[in-house]
């Protein structure tokens, strides 16, 4: 017989009576003397199936009712429906077969364990409520993405992850190497002969698809990233992975109010997405990780963002510097209490900030008239801050030029990037979301090992 | 005035003398005199806009006239419908504005490009019609595959990039690495001393997600990962990349029947999605690329594929062993020539291979009753040969032990692996579907670099 799976039972009950099979994971088993009760989970619905079990009808009663914690089972069995119950229907089990026993060993007992623990247990924690519910969360907000760039007229590309250039010096890069560690080829001066490596250079992991995904822009005229990227920084702290997924989506003809445009519709989409096809994994986030979650997101996605510039932004902050640990004054890069301070305090709502100083952003943000600032723009959200950040890009060649020079930057490893500027240069705007990011914004999760599914940070793995 | 994309003008022509703005670039400009013609894109469509452009109307009429290919142009005009014309409509400017200019050095001008050459400019070639429609056709292909799975209740999961263990011996791998190489810190036995690097051991860039995705399965029934995927091999062909991107599903409480039919569904799905997405794209491909290649897609969305098992297909082999340069028996792994000669010639349609040799496939595939066999399948179709590959997975324990052991395998790096054996085992299979390899088949194209936007293969980038 065909097995239905129980989030196609749960969605679509079928008739009282009706005989389906089932295949899942016992969450829990309990009996007393003549009848039983099975917890079922198959991972395809976070509730699980309630399967009753009975002495009278099976042969293999006992053997059921010692089934430990874990054990995979085949159930056929006949739908009972339970109207006004917490679930719909039951399974009356005819037929109970041990697909994989699980010995009491199992380290995922029916008790409460740590996260911390769970950690510990990367290829099994999956099974808990916790890490199901947020990798569920983490697939259905990956799919919103796409579907949210894709109807919108995105192109999708995948911009490298083995690079011959820090891009941006936006951090510590990792090395790519088939060099033999332990005896290098080395110069006539010594030094380790990289063209000798596999490339015949030397070559890091990307910590942006940014600047290729500016040339794909101005061909496909819309495009987003969504991959992999990588620190090689030593934060260990709950925010910083080595190890992590971007967006980057990058618009030509694009200014940096199209980009904040964008940027809140597709929030918004996720969390539409999100709260309409994972209710049951919300309601539980709300429930254990952060009780105003549910109402916060509600909020967001019925809300017009505000927007504010930094300049007015710091004179708000000025007045409530009382309340801060780091004070603030114009030319300084806001702390996560300001930007909380802003969009929790303030404006009870998100809040874009604009034109930052030109000194705290990066050299391909586009200058500003004022000759102090760049079209740049960070999303900041209630209990969090930062979301993502983006600016419209400097199309001028003479400007971006100018600025690289200011910054000491070598122009020669940046060629290909100018020649964007050299041949059909465009008004252009993008941003960068950090993927984990957003899962512990929608979640509550507060570190950001636990909605990774193999997490890579400092400190190990 | 808001500008409208071209592809929205195509799919939605408005009114005969609407006035719209379009941005975009000039893929060629021609003038007589009074009159002139530019073919604009703005990378929403493969099919250029035509702007029809008067001295009568344009103050700037000589500037337009004289601009180069690839200049960035604002153009405001009227529409003019064109039945029965290759395009529905043309805009009459009314004024055209340069954006970025683009001068005589640009390496795009209008002639026919070697890929060869194109593959020196990566940032600039998908502004051609090759690598617009590939990469265009890559980003459907993608989103076909994420609807696909989502629509049947995989849950998309991020496997780890970076590794710890060379997983299943499937190739050489990269490491990866904080240390300096000029002057690596040394144990006491004056080798490099891996407890200094970033996370405390030697890592690696992943050659396969499956043994993650296989732990993720047991949790939530049916996944899948999409993610970069790496080899360090010295093979510099057109079909080898050092970089690429995987799709590797995986189903838990399923056999090698299920994975067959999953697989078989998919690849419909997404040529389906390509058929209807980019009949522009796919027609510039049979045209330029594979004169059959409609017509082998069509068919194949449309047949069922064959099943046989590899002892019945080598005894097919044998039979035609004069018309191969590598003879066929038992015990051999097939070559290009042998895959394409059963799917092309014996079933004119794509067909799995089953139950190979467990010698030549891998330590975690189900053996068969038989001793010899394992219960793996490759998907073979025309044109190509092998497109996809996969399993079931052993499940069992012991059996699993005993093949590792055979193998000389290290245990101890598989003790979670082996976890996933030890509790709640269920049967499951999954496969694995190359992504570029795919848009190879699909498009016609015959060399991986020119279906990956930024390609990392043997001989540099």
Redesign the interface.
Known sequence: MK?C?I?SLFAAPPAQGEVVTV????KTVRDSKNIGFIELS???SFKNLQVVFEAARLDNFKEIAKCGV???L?VTGRIVLTPGAKQPLELNGDSIAV?????P??P?QKKRHSVEFLRTL???R??TNT??AA??V??EA??AL??FF?KN?F????????T?SDCEGAG?M??????D??D?PRGADG??DYSED????QTN?TVSGQL?AE????????VYTF??T?R?E?SNTPRHA??F?MIEPEM??ADLTDYMDNAEDMIKSVVRHLLASCPDEMAFFNQFYDKGLLERLTALADSEFARVSYTDAVKILQENNDKFEYKVEWGTDLQTEHERFLTEQVYRRPVFVTDYPKEIKSFYMRQNDDGKTVAAADMLVPGVGELCGGSQRE?RLDRLEARMDELGMNKDDYQ??L?????????HAGYGLGFERLIMYVTGIPNIRDV???P?T????
């Open positions: 097995r799976e989030a295949a899942g994971w016992a198959d991972g395809s874990g054990t995979a085949l697909e994989g026993v699980c010995p060993e199992y995922l990367p290829h099994l999956a099974r890490f199901n990798f569920r983490r697939s990956a799919f796409h579907d894709h007229g192109v999708y590309v995948h911009t490298p992850l083995i011959g510590e990792f090395r790519v190497t088939t060099i560690p332990e290098p030094k380790v596999f490339f015949g250079r992991l290729e040339g794909m822009a101005l061909a496909f005229g819309k991959g992999p990588f090689a030593n080595a190890e997924w030509a003809f199309e290909w990037y020649d964007l500027r050299r041949f059909g240069s465009a008004k990774l599914p193999f890579r400092a400190g190990g793995f």
